[in-house]
């Protein structure tokens, strides 16, 4: 089975505090993907990545960067931690082909 | 926390009873379509998928149908569980040339089975 880890299920962060949250894949997959999950407002990408050291922008990657240094780790980086970035963060990885396989989530929360 | 439920549009079967759940695309270069499954509080699941070049296909229990002409796609669970209650979303692959694709989420509807 395919299985997509992210390091942490829930967090409490002040805000300026600098986050990362991390994940990690078993299945050699290229591409990996960091959304953001919020109610009303659905799946929103913040980056991907289609190979080691390799990244581009989603939808609203802004306060937020990216780090691949190896094929199955990919970690997402909040610079300075705002209120409004309190959400569900969901890591994915996916062949070229295929679908994403998800993370079970990190619920973040910015005091 | 906020469930992911909240503000969604509703299905409500009963149990035994088939369930459809659809979902409306709108872009006509999209060549590949996904079903996820989300229960509350983790990550969506996978459940089946379908290329463009079908127009049907099916899993344990569940059917997936595409038709491009209206571009809509729909997922039928046969004998509705009340396991099966969760978000259900619809996701379409849309390849720009070589490795460049993106990977487009609906907003989800939330299927609630009643014992």
């Known amino acids: 089975d395919v299985k997509v880890t992210q390091s942490s299920r829930y967090l409490v962060k002040r805000t300026g505090e600098k986050v990362f949250l991390e994940c990690v894949q078993d299945m050699d997959h290229e591409n990996m993907f960091w959304y953001r999950q919020d109610p009303g407002l659905g799946l929103r990408l913040i980056y991907f990545?289609?190979?080691?050291?390799?990244?581009e922008k989603g939808d609203i990657p802004e306060g937020y960067s990216v780090s691949r240094e190896k094929k199955e780790r990919f970690s997402l980086i909040l610079e300075s931690a705002s209120t409004n970035q309190t959400s569900m963060y969901l890591c994915?990885?996916?062949?070229?082909?295929?679908?994403?396989?998800f993370g079970q989530g990190t619920r973040l929360t910015v005091v | 926390g906020e469930s992911v439920g909240l503000h969604l549009p509703t299905l409500s079967v009963q149990e035994g009873d088939n369930s459809i759940i659809n979902c409306a695309y709108s872009n006509s270069a999209s060549d590949y379509f996904i079903w996820y499954k989300q229960e509350s509080g983790k990550g969506p699941q996978f459940i089946i998928d379908i290329r463009s070049n079908m127009d049907k296909r099916q899993g344990q229990r569940v059917t997936v149908l595409l038709n491009k002409t209206v571009k809509h796609l729909s997922l039928q669970i046969a004998a509705t569980q009340p396991g099966d209650s969760a978000v259900y979303f619809c996701?379409?692959?849309?390849?720009?040339?070589?490795?460049?694709?993106?990977?487009?989420f609906g907003k989800g509807t939330l299927l609630t089975v009643n014992p």
């Open positions: 994915a990885s996916s062949f070229l082909r295929g679908p994403a396989f």
């Open positions: 990545s289609y190979d080691v050291k390799m990244k």
């Open positions: 996701a379409e692959k849309i390849f720009s040339g070589g490795s460049n694709y993106k990977l487009t």
